[in-house]
Each structure stands twice: as C-alpha cells, then as structure tokens.
C-alpha cells in the first residue's frame, strides 16, 4: 500500500507554516492545475469525505487523498518534497514563494 514521506526541505516548510497558523493537515490535490500540489489546511478547515483515505503524516499533520486517486496510486509511495514558486490558492504554502510538491516512485511489491 501506499505511503507518505517528505523531505527535510518540506519539513523545514511545514514547521514554518504550523508556528503560524497552528495544527495542519494535507489532501493531496487531484485537480487538472495542481494535480501534483498538496494541499495543506489548517487543521478543520477542509472538509473530508468518507472516501478520502489517510495515508500517513509527516511532520505530524495528517495526509489524505481521494479514494479515486488512492486506488491509482495504491502501489506508489509519494514523498513530499518543496519547489520554488506559488502554492495553490487555498494551500497555506501559498504566498511563501516555496510550495509543496509531491514526488512519488512505485512501492516494491
């Protein structure tokens, strides 16, 4: 199945985030403009279905992804990771000129 990991780099950015706005969690974007974005919320804030799928933390913030996607990606491990530029709109990286971006490799079965 899949799992979640990131990188120092990410990390670093999400610890910046959570000092100012507190408790986050993620969902991974499944849109045509930031399919690769994860999203990060503060905590509450987004409202999750009953078939988004938690697939790990990191850095303790929960990380979800739509059930649809999930069953695409079951077998990929994604590693959030940070890159130069603007988040999504909604994103909590937005305006920091850093942004999350999710990397992935295929689990070994």
């Not at 610890?15 to 706005?21: F, G, L, Q």
């Not at 000129?97 to 689990?107: A, H, K, P, V």
């Amino acid at each position: 199945m899949s799992t979640v990991t990131a990188t120092p780099a990410a990390l670093d950015l999400l610890a910046e985030i959570v000092a100012d706005h507190g408790p986050v969690m993620f969902h991974q974007s499944g849109g045509c403009c930031d399919g690769s974005s994860p999203m990060c919320y503060a905590e509450g804030e987004f409202r999750l279905s009953e078939r988004d799928v938690k697939i790990g933390e990191i850095g303790g913030a929960p990380f979800y992804i739509s059930a649809s996607q999930h069953e695409a990606w079951k077998h990929t491990d994604l590693i959030i990771d940070v890159v130069v530029g603007r988040g999504g709109m909604f994103s909590l990286d937005n305006g920091r000129e850093r942004r999350f971006l999710t990397r992935s490799e295929i689990c070994s079965l």
